[in-house]
């Protein structure tokens, strides 16, 4: 391999992304403006231009304003969104969700196929027929496919370490995607993706928003993290962290975080509660979280006690976080997101307490999102392959 | 053949009716983009007497049903001799065949936060649809969800059960109206509920938008021209995805699970919310 050769392929596809993130933020919209705006040279700008209509991602239209001296008018450049497509999917214990958008993140179609308990080998066929359901659904070149999984992750090496729910141990699914599609794939964790995608996507201020926390309630419990910008990202799965809580006796006593926030738990304790309370509003079929929130709402007792046990644990993962990392951002993700504003309120005041302190940087929001992980994987996909987001 | 690449069987209960109309239209433009021709085969014009499928299935090189107009034994059998199938606006549990479907969840859970939001109903008349079918029991989950999101319930007596028929829905409404008036809006599972909600109110002298607003799930011109405020999803797209859909398992691609299209709300005349209306 000829190193130097493959260092100013290199170099000329870093400023060929260079111009076209200015393109696609809306930096710099003629060629001098470009120059001007990466400090690379006027012939060197005018030919990754070329480059880049030839490819399809960019196209001319219409001519701007003269410079002060007069002169020529230059013409625009505009970013086509719709030039290519990208895939992301998001792998669970339940069901892949996939998503298929353009370049600008507009979701142009999604689609969702149940795992219905299959796992290892079984699982990744589901995934796979759930990507097909969106290559069918192509409008134009697939750019490449993102894959968010729940479980450990070797980004880097295309890796699947461990994901338990799924059954998966070392499987090199970035390759086997690549060798399946032809194309480039990327691969993260699912709460990290959902981190990406709340910041890339979230609304929260790009500017004011340099470290973002998600922590992700679901069959477990997991903590992604996006630090200065979409710069650098990790997730993980904290299920079997220990917590310590108050039992009937008053004894304390430590439980995996995964077990105290499992619905099944939550569900159990409801219905003990309300044995102990049969006037409480929390029904005896049929209860989800947005029972338990409606009722908190009515001043209802046992709802009450219920979002205080479930805020106590979540309260311990935050403040680790916020004492570690600082974040602007503390979102919470997940069907527990139903749980609303008094949920994040509790949070934060049972997460002041633990850190002794009056006041919080940190602001807190909820994702309540069922596809942000897929999001997320196709946010990564894009960021990966034209650093436009 | 006409040199077309193949043949693509559509089985419907009845091509006339507005929805099935829109999905066939998709499915003609998508199907003759890719050289496909289509073939209907509306099975049950007259819905009191529907007819066995006269396709010729062996020589269709794929097929798409349109609702639940085949049992699901039927369905099975398709699925299990082979035959690439898409289904359209319907799933059959435990059955992998791929569909096209509208996300009833969360279209009916945008218009029912809209009303509540951005119109500011407080005491709302909901009309659910046929409780048998997995659409009502969607929408019905999506509107119980936003409503207590809002720390708000549908009071049992203003739970009416429209069952998806506007005749019914006309009588329940206007029983109603006879009892009480104290609610400020009406929601329907699907607007041609909506539309009968609509017409008892005006004859009963209520004025729509100012004293009761009205919307339905679901879209067509009759909603159009009474100035109903709806959510849907594109219906020709719809068929033109599903298309796509079958294409794919036609050409070797193995798939299976529901392909989602978004709704958007369309405000109209019978809500207060935009001033303006306009699709969004």
Redesign the interface.
């Known amino acids: 391999m000829n190193a130097r050769k493959v260092t100013r392929t290199q170099l000329r596809r870093h400023n060929r992304l260079l111009i076209l993130r200015a393109i696609y933020t809306g930096e710099a919209n003629t060629r001098a403006a470009l120059a001007q705006a990466t400090g690379l040279a006027k012939p060197t700008v005018s030919e990754l231009v070329t480059e880049l209509i030839d490819g399809g991602l960019v196209e001319e239209g219409g001519q701007g304003e003269s410079s002060e001296v007069g002169g020529k008018r230059p013409t625009l450049l505009r970013f086509i969104s719709k030039s290519r497509q990208v895939i992301g999917a998001s792998i669970d214990a339940n069901a892949?969700h996939a998503v298929l958008v353009n370049l600008d993140g507009t979701?142009v179609?999604?689609?969702?196929?149940?795992l219905n308990g299959a796992r290892g080998e079984d699982a990744f066929?589901?995934l796979?027929?759930?990507l097909?359901?969106?290559?069918?659904?192509l409008d134009a070149p697939l750019l490449c496919i993102g894959v968010g999984v729940q479980g450990f992750v070797d980004a880097e090496a295309g890796i699947v370490v461990r994901s338990s729910t799924l059954g998966w141990r070392r499987l090199p699914l970035v390759e086997r995607l690549r060798v399946r599609y032809q194309k480039a794939a990327i691969l993260a964790n699912n709460t990290e993706l959902a981190a990406l995608a709340q910041f890339v996507f979230g609304g929260q201020p790009r500017e004011s928003t340099d470290t973002l926390v998600t922590v992700r309630v679901d069959e477990t419990v997991e903590v992604g993290v996006t630090l200065h910008g979409s710069d650098y990202h990790h997730g993980g799965e904290i299920g079997g962290l220990l917590v310590s809580t108050a039992g009937a006796d008053g004894q304390f006593e430590r439980q995996r975080i995964e077990e105290m926030l499992r619905w099944e738990t939550i569900a159990r304790r409801a219905a003990a509660l309300k044995a102990e309370d049969p006037r409480s509003l929390l029904p005896d079929t049929g209860l989800?979280y947005?029972?338990i929130?409606?009722a908190l709402?009515?001043d209802d007792r046992a709802a009450g006690v219920l979002y205080d046990e479930i805020a106590g644990p979540l309260a311990e993962v935050v403040a680790w976080s916020v004492a570690l990392m600082d974040p602007d951002f503390v979102v919470l993700a997940g069907d527990l997101a139903?749980l609303?504003e008094p949920l994040l309120e509790r949070i934060e005041a049972q997460t002041r307490h633990l850190l002794s302190t009056d006041k919080l940087y940190a602001r807190f929001s909820l994702a309540e999102a069922a596809n942000l992980s897929a999001l997320g994987a196709a946010a990564e996909a894009i960021q990966t392959e034209l650093s436009i987001l | 053949m006409n040199g077309a690449r193949g043949l693509i069987g559509v089985i419907t209960n009845n091509q006339h009716e507005v929805f099935q109309q829109a999905v066939i239209l998709g499915v003609r433009e998508a199907a003759a983009d890719r050289g496909y021709r289509v073939v209907i085969d509306s099975i049950a014009e007259d819905f009191t007497q529907p007819r066995s499928i006269a396709l010729d299935l062996q020589a269709m090189s794929g097929i798409i049903v349109i609702a639940n107009i085949l049992p699901d034994e039927h369905l099975r059998e398709l699925y299990e001799a082979r035959r690439p199938m898409t289904l359209i606006s319907h799933q059959v549990a435990g059955l992998p065949i791929p569909s096209v479907i509208t996300d009833n969840q969360r279209g009916m859970g945008l218009l029912a936060r809209m009303m509540i939001e951005q119109c500011g109903c407080r005491r709302l008349v909901y009309i659910r649809g046929d409780m048998r079918q997995i659409d009502a029991v969607e929408r019905d989950q999506a509107v119980e969800r936003e409503l207590m999101r809002a720390s708000l319930m549908i009071e049992p007596g203003l739970l009416l059960d429209g069952q998806f028929e506007p005749a019914l829905t006309g009588q329940l409404m206007a029983d109603l109206l006879a009892r009480r008036r104290d609610f400020d809006g009406v929601l329907a599972a699907d607007f041609q509920m909506a539309l009968a909600a609509l017409r008892a109110l005006q004859r009963a002298g209520l004025r729509v938008p100012e004293q009761i607003q009205v919307a339905g799930f679901g879209d067509g011109i009759e909603a159009a021209e009474a100035g109903l405020t709806t959510v849907a999803a594109d219906v020709v797209e719809q068929g033109r995805r599903g298309v796509r859909q079958l294409i794919g398992q036609m050409e070797g691609l193995r798939m299976r699970g529901v392909t989602v299209l978004n709704t958007s709300i369309i405000a109209r005349a019978t809500t207060r919310w935009p001033e303006s209306g306009a699709a969004r």
């Not at chain 1, 179609?109 to 149940?114: M, R």
């Not at chain 1, 097909?132 to 659904?137: P, R, S, T, V």
């Open positions: 892949v979701v179609a999604e689609h969702t196929a149940l066929d589901v796979i027929e759930a097909n359901g969106m290559m069918a659904q989800t947005m029972h929130r409606y709402a009515q139903d609303g």
